[in-house]
């Protein structure tokens, strides 16, 4: 089977940088998704790693590490607005069902 | 036009009831997918459909039936639920059912079975 590891909450102030990590297990994976859910509102995409590396998008960079089996967001400068669940995604083995991680959220405090 | 929406936005109905739930796009996504959210969980895949054909159902009851009249529409109806069934239903879309694709989701049918 396939599961997606990350921690359930994060704390850090406004300004701050905060990283959240997302380990997997799987046999054939092909990338790492994000995507960012406020309370009360629908999953929107943040980013995609197919390949090893870092992605920058904004505030936002997301890493990944095939090797490892690891991947991270990164959120730099955090306003109170990033308050919010943070999923990591991911293909399952063989085919193209899109796996959550269990989320995790992040309250950004003044 | 980057735009899922789907209607309606709450839904009560009793365990009788036969209600449907709709999903619209209209940026040319050939992939359209039903998930079920509980609070405080990750979304869980429901349906998968792929050129109006479905294409995964993830062992889902026959009391939700998936529909695709068209490239565009999407619809989940819903008969003789039960109360574990309430949650937030979310329609999502990608251009094509392929590893990485960014899904776009619509802000979802909060359900609630009396």
């Known amino acids: 089977g396939q599961s997606l590891e990350q921690p359930s909450e994060v704390t850090a102030v406004e300004g701050a940088i905060v990283q959240i990590n997302c380990t997997y297990q799987?046999?054939?994976?092909?990338?790492l998704s994000w995507y960012q859910q406020h309370d009360g509102g629908a999953p929107t995409f943040l980013s995609y790693?197919?390949?090893?590396g870092l992605e920058e998008t904004g505030r936002f960079s997301s890493f990944l590490s095939r090797s490892d089996s690891y991947g991270y967001l990164l959120l730099q400068e955090l306003q109170m607005k990033d308050s919010a669940s943070y999923f990591c995604?991911?293909?399952?083995?063989?085919?193209?069902?899109?796996?959550f991680g269990a989320g995790t959220r992040l309250f950004v405090k003044a | 036009d980057t735009e899922v929406t789907q209607t309606p936005k709450h839904l009560v109905m009793g365990m009788t009831n036969k209600k449907s739930l709709k999903c619209e796009q209209h940026?040319?996504?050939?992939?359209m997918y039903w998930y079920k959210q509980k609070a405080k969980k990750p979304p869980e895949l429901m349906f998968v459909?792929?050129?109006?054909?479905?294409?995964i159902n993830e062992s889902v009851p026959s009391r939700f039936s998936p529909e695709c009249p068209n490239s565009s529409l999407l619809n989940l109806h819903l008969h003789a639920l039960q109360p574990e069934d309430s949650a937030l239903y979310l329609c999502?879309?990608?251009?094509?059912?392929?590893?990485?694709?960014?899904?776009?989701f619509g802000p979802g049918t909060r359900l609630l079975v009396l």
């Open positions: 459909y792929s050129y109006e054909k479905l294409s």
């Open positions: 799987t046999s054939g994976f092909y990338g």
């Open positions: 790693n197919a390949l090893d």
């Open positions: 995604a991911g293909p399952n083995t063989g085919g193209f069902k899109t796996i």
């Open positions: 940026m040319g996504h050939r992939a």
């Open positions: 999502a879309s990608s251009q094509v059912w392929d590893q990485g694709e960014t899904q776009y």
